[in-house]
Structures are given as structure tokens and as C-alpha cells.
């Protein structure tokens, strides 16, 4: 379960841990990632497909592995790297929003990284429409901004679901934001 092994020792240490149960939650995880292993990997091919022109996807299928629960797994992760208040806040904010409201934004997040692509001379404004965009969520600083651009290649899930959209989108993503933040140093 991704527990350091002095916490692990720590845990099996106390005069109530059952070892059962332990292992019973622990299979449970395991699986859990099993199945979200599972339909990521359905996901990419499907993404190859589409790419290769074989099987039309939708945007909203492009983006079918980041379903809620990940959305949370995620923010845990981003509390342990950045400044838990923001991620706390940030999730505040998203989850304040309607439905409609939801699809609108991830339609229009979508609909940015499908333009970068598209629109290579005009990548700069299409870079400053994603920041902007932050602000649904929080605004980053310039800093931020490159290490999201930077997380984006290093994160091998945000590295295949941007290279789902178009190949090398991530890469382009860093280089683009690069160029960005310089412009506004």
C-alpha cells in the first residue's frame, strides 16, 4: 500500500493489527489498481486506434481513466508535493461547481489541448487560454505553471493521456509553457 516500511513495522507492532484483515484490505487495494490498471490500458488502445483512424473516440473517451476517484488519488498526491491548503482549496473549488458546469470546463480543457495541437503558430495564446483556464481550479504561479508542464513528462499517466490526444502533445506542452513563463519574467 505504498507505506514506508518503518510505518509498516509500526502498524504490525500494535497489540490490535490483524494480520487477515491487513492482508484482506491490502488484496483489496492491489485489485483496485488491477482494475484501474486494467482500463487504462483499454484506453490506450483504444487511443491507438483512433489515432491510426480505426475506431472514432469521443473527447470525453480520451479522458475516461480520469474519473472522479482518480481525480481524488491525484489530490492526494498533489497535497504531498505542493501546498496541501491550495489542493484543498482547488478541490474545494471543483467540487462546488454543477455538472453542467463540470463537463463545461473539462470540455473546454479538452478543447485547449486539442488547439495546441492544431495550432502550433499560435501555441503562445493557446498557452495563456490554459492558464487562464487554471483559474478554475487555482491560479499558479509561473513556477507552478512550469511544473505542472514539467509533471505532465515526468507523470507517465498525464504523459499517456496528453500523448493520447495527439503524440508528443506533453513534450510540446513543456517546451510551449517554457517559452510562456520567459515571455512573462
Not at 489515432?51 to 481513466?65: N, T, V
Not at 491548503?85 to 485547449?112: C, T
Not at 515526468?154 to 510551449?176: C, Q, S, V, Y
Amino acid at each position: 500500500m505504498d507505506l514506508p516500511l518503518e510505518a509498516i513495522k509500526t502498524i504490525m507492532g500494535r497489540r490490535d493489527f490483524d494480520a487477515l484483515a491487513a492482508l484482506e484490505s491490502h488484496r483489496k487495494s492491489l485489485q483496485g489498481r488491477v482494475e484501474r490498471l486494467n482500463r487504462l490500458i483499454q484506453t490506450v488502445d483504444d487511443t491507438i486506434l483512433h489515432l491510426k483512424g480505426k475506431k472514432e473516440m469521443s473527447q470525453q473517451q480520451l479522458f475516461e481513466a480520469f474519473s472522479e476517484e482518480q481525480q481524488e488519488k491525484y489530490a492526494e498526491e498533489a497535497a504531498q508535493m505542493y501546498d496541501p491548503q491550495i489542493v484543498r482549496a482547488s478541490n474545494r473549488k471543483w467540487k462546488a461547481y454543477s455538472a453542467a458546469e463540470k463537463q463545461r470546463i473539462l470540455d473546454e480543457g479538452s478543447a485547449i489541448y486539442t488547439d495546441l495541437v492544431a495550432a502550433s503558430p499560435e501555441a503562445q495564446a493557446c498557452i495563456e487560454r490554459w492558464r487562464r483556464h487554471m483559474d478554475y481550479f487555482w491560479t499558479p504561479s509561473l513556477d507552478q505553471l512550469l511544473g505542472l508542464a514539467e509533471g505532465y513528462n515526468t507523470d507517465p499517466r498525464f504523459k499517456a493521456n496528453f500523448d493520447k490526444i495527439h503524440p508528443g502533445l506533453a513534450e510540446f506542452m513543456r517546451e510551449a509553457v517554457g517559452v510562456y513563463v520567459k515571455s512573462k519574467k
